[in-house]
């Protein structure tokens, strides 16, 4: 089944630090596909409550807004400056009574004829807003975006040593690593049974890492499964993630609407190899999240962690 054009959404389904900035930003790239940065508008009901959660005043503190208040910048008022960025601020307010859902269908109104590309990684997080996900848009069309469990859990950790947090045990390493293994396996866990509700025809999985090391031909394949242009021109536009309006730094020195090392980069280049990355001892994971994340590993194409 061929998306219709500005009827659907193209659902990027992922966990944290799984590469879907710059997939994303690929994605936009081709001419009949729109990529939007994480708007995370699944993760509640209302724009109100979407409001309350907000933009830490943390440095690297979590972000609920930046994204769509970018996406809003661009597309109602024509750029994204610190000016747009306010009026943005006051659209949201005066609309909290709005549904999520009423504030996607006007991103989706506004890229006409476009489709839209979602990637918010905190939507495969719960299973509340995956649901409100596919009951939004009911037609989406679902990438499972992977990354290498091991890759995955190095980047979380990179990340969280550039994150000032108020969780006083979220120093400690071993922890870190338990607590960030947990949260790998229980968002692999709740896509790959949404995938398999929804069926092959509907989903498809992508290794991030095939992806970047051989975009021509996954491209390709990505957007035939698509059901659009999978010509050498648009499949070059895609190689091209810099010129996306998201693939920098946002205006007012807002952040927490991607990978910060691709928007100060935002150049395709390739990951390192895969194939041969175990757990490391001094992660000192247990037993059972060892097991579990061996187990999915297996289960996404990868081989052995342990």
Known sequence: MSLRIADDLVLILC????????????????????????????????????????????????????????????????????????????????????????????????????????????????????DRALSACPRSRIIHLTRHPVSTLRSLNRNHRHTVTMLGSSSDPVWLANFYAHLWVRSQELILSTV??????????????????????????????????????????????ENSPFSRPAAMGLDGDGDPGFLLSPHLRPRIDYNSQLVPPEWKLSQAHVEKVDNLSRLLGYGPII
């Not at 269908?105 to 004829?113: E, Q, V």
Request: hydrophobic share 35%.
């Open 15 to 130: 966990s944290p630090r799984s590469c879907s900035s710059v997939v994303c930003a690929m994605l936009g790239q081709h001419p009949q596909l729109y990529g939007f940065p994480e708007l995370n508008l699944f993760v509640a009901d209302t724009l109100g409550e979407l409001w309350r959660l907000g933009n830490s005043p943390i440095p690297g503190g979590p972000s609920y807004l930046t994204g769509l208040l970018r996406a809003i910048a661009e597309l109602e008022f024509g750029g994204q400056t610190d000016e747009t960025i306010r009026r943005g601020r006051d659209l949201i307010c005066s609309r909290c009574h709005w549904t999520t859902k009423q504030m996607l269908d006007r991103l989706l109104t506004w890229i006409h004829p476009k489709i839209g590309v979602d990637k918010s990684p905190r939507t495969g997080l719960s299973q509340r807003s995956i």
């Open 196 to 241: 398999h509700k929804i069926g092959p025809a509907m989903s498809h999985k992508v290794r991030a890492e095939d992806l970047l090391l051989q975009p021509d031909h996954h491209l390709t394949h990505l957007t035939k499964w698509l059901g659009i242009r999978w010509d050498p021109e648009a499949i070059e536009a895609m190689k091209h993630p």
